[in-house]
C-alpha cells in the first residue's frame, strides 16, 4: 500500500530560539511560517488553527487545548520535561519528534575540551596567572596523562553518546559504553560494552565517567545513594552532559567528599538555574557550567525539521520520533 500524501501549508513556530521563524521561513518559501512569540499570553489562542507546530519542550500550554494538532516538533534533544505533562494516551492523536542529529558533535567537543583541561591543570595556571605566581614545584610535580592513557565509560550510546564515543575513540582513548541492549552493535570504537547490570565494573575501570542519558524513570538518581562507591578504588572524574537528576546533589557531595569520585564536571542540573546556595558552587573539584554543552542554532534546526517535512509529506516515518512511553 503506498504512503499517504499530504501537503503542509501553514507551520507555527513558538519557540525562544533566535530568528527560528525566519531561518524556516527562507528555506520554505511556499510554506506559511507564523511566528507565535512564546511565552505570550494568547500562545494558546494562536495555535487554535495549527496543524504543525514547531515549538521549544517547555512550551506552557497544553498540546490537547489544540484540537487540530498532527504533528508537533520540539526543538530540543531533550524532551522529559514535556513528557512530564502529557500521558502516552494524549499524545497518540498526534506525532512527536525531537531535535536531533547534530549535537553529537559539541557534546564531544566539550567532553574532549574538559578532560584536557582537568589532566593539564587549566583551572590552576588560570588561577595563577590572576595572582601573577610562577608555580615552580607545581610545574615539576605535575604529571599529566596523555589521551591514550586514559579510559573513558559513556552512559548512554544513543546518537549523542555515540559520537562522543568515536571522538574519545580516535584521540586513542580506551572506551567503555553502557547501553540497553545485550549486545552492543558500534564494534569499532566501543572496546568494553555492557548494560547497567554491569556498571559497578565500569566504575571500577575508567578514569572518567560521562552521563549522556536522558531522563526516564529508569535513570533518574541512578547514581545516588552509595553506587559510586563502586570507584573508590580509582575515583574517576564524572561528568554530566546528560540529565541532573541522574544523581541527587547531596549524593554527589558525599561522594565528592568521601573521594569516590576525584571530581566533578557538571553542565546540567536538576534545578536550572544552580541555586547560589548549592555547596557546589564553593567546591574545588567541581566545574559548573550553565547547560551549555550543547546548545540549539536556529539553522540547525530548520535543517532538520524541512527534512522532515518532506517525509512527512510522503508519509514517511519522521526522524527522531518521540515514544512517550519510554521517555526519549
Given at each position: 500500500?503506498?504512503?499517504?500524501?499530504?501537503?503542509?501549508?501553514?507551520?507555527?513556530?513558538?519557540?525562544?530560539?533566535?530568528?527560528?521563524?525566519?531561518?524556516?521561513?527562507?528555506?520554505?518559501?511556499?510554506?506559511?511560517?507564523?511566528?507565535?512569540?512564546?511565552?505570550?499570553?494568547?500562545?494558546?489562542?494562536?495555535?487554535?488553527?495549527?496543524?504543525?507546530?514547531?515549538?521549544d519542550?517547555n512550551?506552557?500550554?497544553?498540546?490537547?487545548k489544540?484540537?487540530?494538532?498532527?504533528?508537533?516538533?520540539?526543538?530540543?534533544?531533550?524532551?522529559?520535561?514535556?513528557?512530564?505533562?502529557?500521558?502516552?494516551?494524549?499524545?497518540?492523536?498526534?506525532?512527536?519528534?525531537?531535535?536531533?542529529?547534530?549535537?553529537?558533535?559539541?557534546?564531544?567537543?566539550?567532553?574532549?575540551?574538559?578532560?584536557?583541561s582537568?589532566?593539564?591543570?587549566?583551572?590552576?595556571?588560570?588561577?595563577?596567572?590572576?595572582?601573577?605566581?610562577w608555580?615552580?614545584?607545581?610545574?615539576?610535580?605535575?604529571?599529566?596523562?596523555?589521551?591514550?592513557?586514559?579510559?573513558?565509560?559513556?552512559?548512554?550510546?544513543?546518537?549523542?553518546?555515540?559520537?562522543?564515543?568515536?571522538?574519545?575513540?580516535?584521540?586513542?582513548?580506551?572506551?567503555?559504553?553502557?547501553?540497553?541492549?545485550?549486545?552492543?552493535?558500534?564494534?569499532?570504537?566501543?572496546?568494553?560494552y555492557?548494560?547497567?547490570?554491569?556498571l559497578?565494573?565500569?566504575?571500577?575501570?575508567?578514569?572518567?565517567?560521562?552521563?549522556?542519558?536522558?531522563?526516564?524513570?529508569?535513570t533518574?538518581?541512578?547514581?545516588?545513594?552509595?553506587?559510586?562507591?563502586?570507584?573508590?578504588?580509582?575515583?574517576?572524574?564524572?561528568?554530566?552532559?546528560?540529565?541532573?537528576?541522574?544523581?541527587?546533589?547531596?549524593?554527589?557531595?558525599?561522594?565528592?567528599?568521601?573521594?569516590?569520585?576525584?571530581?566533578?564536571?557538571?553542565?546540567?542540573?536538576?534545578?536550572?538555574?544552580?541555586p547560589?546556595?548549592?555547596?557546589?558552587?564553593?567546591?574545588?573539584?567541581?566545574?559548573?557550567?550553565?547547560?551549555?554543552?550543547?546548545?540549539?542554532?536556529?539553522?540547525?534546526?530548520?535543517?532538520?525539521?524541512?527534512?522532515?517535512?518532506?517525509?512527512?509529506?510522503r508519509?514517511?516515518?519522521?526522524?527522531?520520533?518521540?515514544?512517550?512511553e519510554?521517555?526519549?
Amino acid at each position: 500500500m503506498a504512503a499517504s500524501v499530504r501537503r503542509v501549508t501553514t507551520v507555527h513556530v513558538c519557540s525562544s530560539v533566535p530568528n527560528l521563524a525566519s531561518y524556516l521561513s527562507k528555506r520554505l518559501p511556499h510554506i506559511k511560517v507564523i511566528d507565535v512569540p512564546a511565552g505570550c499570553s494568547e500562545e494558546v489562542n494562536m495555535l487554535q488553527d495549527a496543524k504543525v507546530i514547531l515549538a521549544d519542550p517547555n512550551i506552557a500550554w497544553h498540546p490537547s487545548k489544540l484540537p487540530l494538532l498532527e504533528w508537533l516538533q520540539l526543538t530540543w534533544a531533550g524532551v522529559d520535561g514535556f513528557i512530564e505533562k502529557i500521558n502516552p494516551q494524549q499524545s497518540r492523536s498526534y506525532l512527536l519528534s525531537r531535535f536531533g542529529g547534530v549535537f553529537g558533535a559539541y557534546m564531544a567537543q566539550y567532553v574532549i575540551g574538559h578532560i584536557i583541561s582537568w589532566e593539564r591543570g587549566f583551572r590552576k595556571t588560570w588561577t595563577d596567572q590572576q595572582t601573577t605566581q610562577w608555580d615552580e614545584i607545581w610545574r615539576k610535580k605535575n604529571k599529566y596523562r596523555l589521551m591514550s592513557q586514559l579510559s573513558i565509560g559513556i552512559l548512554g550510546l544513543g546518537d549523542i553518546g555515540r559520537t562522543v564515543a568515536k571522538t574519545c575513540k580516535s584521540m586513542g582513548m580506551t572506551v567503555w559504553g553502557v547501553g540497553r541492549q545485550e549486545k552492543c552493535q558500534e564494534t569499532t570504537f566501543v572496546d568494553h560494552y555492557c548494560t547497567l547490570s554491569k556498571l559497578p565494573e565500569l566504575l571500577q575501570s575508567c578514569d572518567y565517567v560521562c552521563n549522556i542519558l536522558p531522563s526516564t524513570p529508569a535513570t533518574k538518581n541512578l547514581l545516588s545513594g552509595s553506587v559510586l562507591e563502586c570507584g573508590k578504588n580509582n575515583s574517576p572524574v564524572f561528568i554530566n552532559v546528560g540529565r541532573g537528576d541522574i544523581i541527587d546533589e547531596k549524593s554527589l557531595i558525599h561522594a565528592l567528599h568521601q573521594g569516590w569520585i576525584s571530581g566533578a564536571i557538571l553542565d546540567v542540573f536538576k534545578v536550572e538555574p544552580l541555586p547560589k546556595e548549592s555547596a557546589l558552587w564553593k567546591m574545588s573539584q567541581v566545574v559548573i557550567t550553565p547547560h551549555i554543552a550543547a546548545v540549539t542554532f536556529p539553522e540547525e534546526v530548520a535543517d532538520l525539521f524541512v527534512e522532515n517535512i518532506s517525509l512527512y509529506e510522503r508519509g514517511e516515518t519522521l526522524k527522531f520520533l518521540v515514544d512517550v512511553e519510554k521517555g526519549y
